[in-house]
């Protein structure tokens, strides 16, 4: 008995046409989707049916056409799985007849295997479909009925929620079918390639196309993997018709424990599959999702949103693509990288072009226009109306920006030659991510190779972020959230292992109308002090994050420690708070100040104020400090790097190098202080120099001229010295602490008189015609004239006479920001 020709014969009386391997005259269609050619995907990753898409507003009568709409879709989509299932089923009773043979095409157990479930499945759903037919129909007649009003028909008299939950509480066989699918999916394989019988058999099954007489040829993995996909759109169809049933419908409670029901056996069977699509990985670990985020990925010049995965043993980098109505989301792959041997930089991207600039005011004025426009329409039909409009524009401009506009660059470099480039908006999460990547790289583990389709599709279930970090996402408004000025005073940093050029960054969240990221100036110290004042407009913002940060010449910057801090309006008023932050081993000090107000609409690229030939109590006020930072950050390089030279503040340094640093703190004073870290030394010193000499009123105020030069007829000493200190403590605090400052600074550059040949004598002739100027006759100041001769006399004699103190009170560099409340600590 020739069995294969028993089972050819069996199928063509069932009208069931069988192509043999050498015909081609069938209409083909690759039908087997991609995902089926892995060993196991969830069914939550298959794709659902197309629905029209739901109005955001609709009336009842709306939602009730639709609600037709769907359930026919839905009646028309069971009709050609019911097809696909018999199709499958088609050759079963042959294959069982054969079984028992001598020469089976397949033996009864693997017959077993390969229809496990399958004419379950098929009644199943023949029962359902029976249900839902007979009740359209009978709806359908209804409507058309001669005689009656159609208009008085509401459609509420449709009931198909009863058929829907029948149908979902029987959904557990599709739990035996998926556990049993990769056992028959290998049996059709290798069946397939071992048996030229059974091969022609699986690989040219057909069915009829509807009423349309065509006819589809499917792979028999092809038909075994519809079940699979049918399970998802399950649950899909019942969630689109759901939103197209209104709530007061009798259907409405039904459908969505129907709904309810589907989802948690979905959720169960991921759960298990999850367990299928792990890897051991070498030390007995198995691969693991270990973060994921939204990052802007830099290819050919272009930047696009991609959603990153972190596994335990590689970086997955994916295309995300939203779920159009009746349809799941999905991932596709873009980039994968082994963590062995990763190398990463960090560095923040380049200043920005007027162009630039440009466009990030125009977007951010459009945000803060349609940020209005939400707070305005709150009420009413027509006002949810314009608020969800509003806030879907706001949401394109957010991701615009968030695309757009970052400013830190990750690059990953990996020892087989392939680099990638990442940006990101915030250094805090760059770090994070660098963290966290660093730290699987220290346990070496070796990467096995992933199966990149099933790792790619598996993106969906297990995601940890499910949007982008779009803040107007939130669309409940939030009372303790910041509107206004929030300022933060950095002070101080301790706990440095050694000296290190480090600065502080500071980042706000909220709608990005404005900056929600600043920075110090570098300090080179083992306890650096930066006493600067930074100001946030901000407009939402919640959470405070603090970096310190160190510089190195040549090598990556380094984040020293981190920590975030929630902003509470109810903790934070116009007065100073202040707080220690600890950032791992390093201690950061800062004081906070918020003064809530109505915000103007963002301003163009806000210059910063000059400094040079400004007043000094002008320059100190604007920020916030007692001594100008131009002064400071000068005498702090000289100090690290300038004590030692030969002629230091004697040696001129080049003028275009003088005059691109003056440029340099007139308009950013980060870029400045960066700059001064390579200049040549005598140029440092010239800026300081120059900075005095143009003040518009020396740093001791000319109205004190004439009282010290009296001060020098004095023959005792201590006298002499009580006189000039007590006239220095009448000048203002911006200039009595700039003055202290710079001499106690002159004082330890003569201290090392045997190297730099500067003395006090010779420090007091450079500084005395800039610091003490006489008064000019005429200009509204009285008293004898004074002779050149005289005037660089007095002025040098009263700078020497201060560096000779031994006793000069000390400095004080920035304002007190303490408040009456005890200092907190906030350990991280």
Known sequence: MDVYQDAVRYLESQHVPVVVEAETDVLEEDVFQEEAESCFLSPLLSESIDFPDTPTFCSPEEMLERRLVVLKCILESEEVYLREL????????????????????????????????????????????????????AHCQTELRPGE??????????????????????????????????????????????????????????????????????????LLYKPLDRVTKTTLVLRDLLNATPVDHRDYTVLQEALRLSRSFLSGVNESSQCKREVTLSHGMRRQLMRDDFVVDVSEGERSLRHLFLYTDLLLCTRFKHASRGKQDQYRFCWYLPLAGLKLRWVADQERSPDTHLRLHTIRTKMYLLRQQLRQHTKGSRGMSLAARSRKKLEQMELMLLTNFPVYRLELHSPSGKSHTLLLSSLYELEEW?????????????????????????????????????????????????????????HSAYGLQQPACAYVCVEVDGYEFYDTQAQTHSVHSLNPHWDQELSFQVDGAQDLRVLCVSQSDGQD???????????????????????????GQVEVTLSLKYCPHPLEPPSSVAQQQPVFGVPIETVAQQEGVLVPHVVRCCVEELERR???????????????????????????????????????????????????????????????????????????????????????????????????????????????????????????????????????VGLGHDGPTVDISQEVVVQVQVVFCYLQCNNLPEAQTSLPHDTDAEEETTHI
């Open 86 to 137: 018999e199709a499958l089923l088609m050759p079963m009773k042959a294959l069982w007849a054969s079984a028992g043979t001598s020469q089976p095409v397949l033996s009864s157990r693997q017959v077993h295997t390969v229809f496990y479930q399958v004419p379950e499945l098929r009644d199943m759903h023949q029962s359902f479909y029976s249900g839902l037919k007979a009740r359209l129909s």
């Open 149 to 222: 009003e159609t208009e008085s028909y509401t459609g509420f008299e449709l009931m198909v929620g009863d058929l829907f939950l029948k149908m979902v509480n029987q959904i557990g066989l599709y739990g035996g079918f998926i556990e049993n699918y990769e056992e028959a999916v290998e049996v059709v394989r290798k069946c397939t390639q071992s048996d030229p019988r059974f091969r022609t058999l699986a690989q040219s099954m057909m069915s009829n196309n509807g009423s349309d007489k065509t006819r589809t040829t499917y792979t028999f993995e092809a």
């Open 434 to 490: 660098r963290e966290a990547i660093h730290k699987l790289t220290t346990d070496n583990i070796e990467t096995v190779p992933p199966d990149l389709l099933t790792l790619t599709s598996a993106c969906v279930k297990l995601r940890m972020t499910q949007q982008p970090p779009l803040h107007s996402t939130n669309a409940v408004e939030n009372e303790e959230s910041l509107c206004g000025t929030l300022s933060v005073a950095i």
């Open 557 to 583: 910057d380094a984040v020293l420690g981190k920590a975030s801090v929630m902003l509470e309006s109810k903790t934070l008023n116009k007065r100073w708070r202040r707080q220690t932050l600890h950032l």
């Open 642 to 776: 300038g004590l030692d030279e030969v002629g230091i503040y004697r040696i001129s340094g080049a003028a275009s190098d003088i005059s691109a640093l003056k440029a340099a703190f007139n308009s950013n004073l980060r870029e400045a202080v960066t700059r001064l870290r390579c200049a040549d030394v005598n140029a440092v010193s010239g800026v300081l120099k120059l900075y005095f000499r143009e003040l518009p009123e020396p740093l001791i105020p000319t109205e004190l001229f004439q009282s010290l030069a009296r001060t020098l007829d004095i023959q005792d000493m201590n006298s002499q010295l009580a006189s000039m200190l007590s006239l220095l403590h009448s000048c203002p605090d911006p200039n009595r602490h700039t003055c202290l400052y710079l001499l106690h600074h002159l004082q330890r550059v003569s201290e090392k008189e045997d190297i730099n040949k500067m003395s006090l004598r010779n420090l007091a002739t450079v500084f005395g015609p800039s610091l003490l100027r006489p008064p000019v």
